[in-house]
């Protein structure tokens, strides 16, 4: 039987969103791929700021704007935790047996604004 | 907004990667200005690498200063006479007299991480006041948050807390630093700003930790140079 869908909250009610655009920065410019990248963040940000301060975040990276050509994506967070998904992202210094840095592009409250940013 | 870190240490002291590396990664992260950090024992090393960070300085584009970090009294005294030969004088924060001796400095720009290797935080309210006092910026430093994990994570962070809530309430300038060694250490200013509203600063405080205190430092640095500098407040005309 088919699920039914959700009614759509509305604007007001919804939780406000932030996205932040990011740059990996690598040895010898080495090519990670999304799950890499993904396990990497979950694993820090828990580590952090535990499973409670996670739950409270809604952080989520885009898998469909992350170019592993270009090393450049979108994590998607809520905007009351902006500085906790940020500082969580500095604390990552390995993914693998690679040492990267991140460098914030942009921060947006519209998809639409950063994936100009990113292109 | 100009974003700076005035606490780096390259292959001069005791860092591991070249000022190059460091320069370059610093001006790809947004960096306006960096101070490369040394102890006293390198003293000779100071012009050559004051030589290599200017000649840097005019390719790379970015303000590049030279520091001197002093680890006890008898070194941070002896700084002190040849204030006027480099640009920041930073006290490495760990012993409860060489703290309280840095706040009490006028020539100290910055206390390095006053809770390293501590069980305290390693300032009190006392100190704070000193440091308002002779403007005497005291350090959040990154390297500290960055390595540790777990519970040694969870206690620095502890502590650096507990003295950026007496800055506040004493009003005394607090500067973010990376305190990078290397220059994958070297993060981007967001990083610095969000880590710094986590440990208890607002969003427009921890931005000014990372730009206006440092500009305030630097523009003491270029009075200080001046020939007509005597001491604070006094200058000849």
Redesign the interface.
């Known amino acids: 039987m088919k699920q039914k869908k959700l009614k759509i909250l509305k604007p007001t009610l919804r939780e406000k969103e932030r996205y932040i655009a990011f740059q990996v920065?690598s040895e010898e410019g080495e090519e990670f791929n999304y799950s890499d990248l993904e396990a990497a963040i979950w694993n820090t940000m828990l580590?952090?700021l535990g499973e409670e301060g996670v739950s409270k975040t809604s952080v989520w990276l885009m898998k469909d704007c992350w170019d592993p050509r270009i090393q450049k994506g979108i994590l998607r967070c809520n905007n009351k935790s902006?500085?906790?998904v940020?500082?969580s992202?500095?604390?990552i210094?390995r993914l693998g047996d690679n040492?990267i840095?991140?460098?914030?592009l942009k921060i947006s409250g519209t998809i639409k604004s950063i994936r100009e940013k990113l292109c | 907004m100009n974003f700076y870190d005035l606490h780096l240490h390259s292959e001069f002291s005791e860092g591991e990667s070249s000022i190059e590396e460091i320069a370059n990664?610093a001006k790809?992260?947004?960096y306006e200005g960096i101070c490369f950090t040394t102890y006293l024992d390198e003293k000779n090393k100071i012009k050559e690498t004051k030589e290599i960070t200017s000649k840097l300085s005019e390719k790379i584009g970015i303000d590049i200063f030279t520091g001197f970090e002093a680890r006890n009294i008898s070194e941070l005294d002896k700084l002190v006479k040849l204030r006027r030969e480099y640009d920041v004088l930073l006290v490495k924060g760990y012993d409860l007299l060489l703290n309280r001796k840095a706040v009490e400095t006028t020539e100290v720009d910055i206390l390095t991480h006053p809770e390293y290797n501590r069980r305290d935080s390693g300032f009190n309210h006392v100190m704070a006041e000193l440091a308002t006092e002779n403007d005497v910026a005291i350090e959040v430093n990154?390297r500290e948050?960055?390595n540790s994990?777990?519970n040694t994570?969870a206690n620095v962070m502890h502590k650096i807390k507990n003295n950026v809530e007496l800055c506040k309430k004493y009003k005394t300038p607090i500067i973010i630093c990376s305190g990078a060694v290397t220059h994958?250490?070297?993060?981007?200013p967001?990083?610095?700003?969000?880590?710094g509203?986590?440990l208890g600063l607002k969003?427009d405080e921890a931005k000014k930790a990372m730009s206006e205190v440092p500009e305030n430092i630097i523009k003491m640095i270029k009075e200080r140079q001046d020939k007509k500098w005597i001491r604070p407040g006094v200058k000849v005309m």
């Not at chain 1, 840095?101 to 914030?104: G, L, N, P, R, V």
């Open positions: 920065i580590d952090f902006v500085q906790e940020i500082a992202l500095g604390l210094d040492r840095t991140f460098k914030i | 990664r790809l992260l947004g990154f948050i960055l994990s777990k994570r994958w250490q070297l993060r981007d967001k990083f610095l700003i969000s880590m509203c986590l969003l």
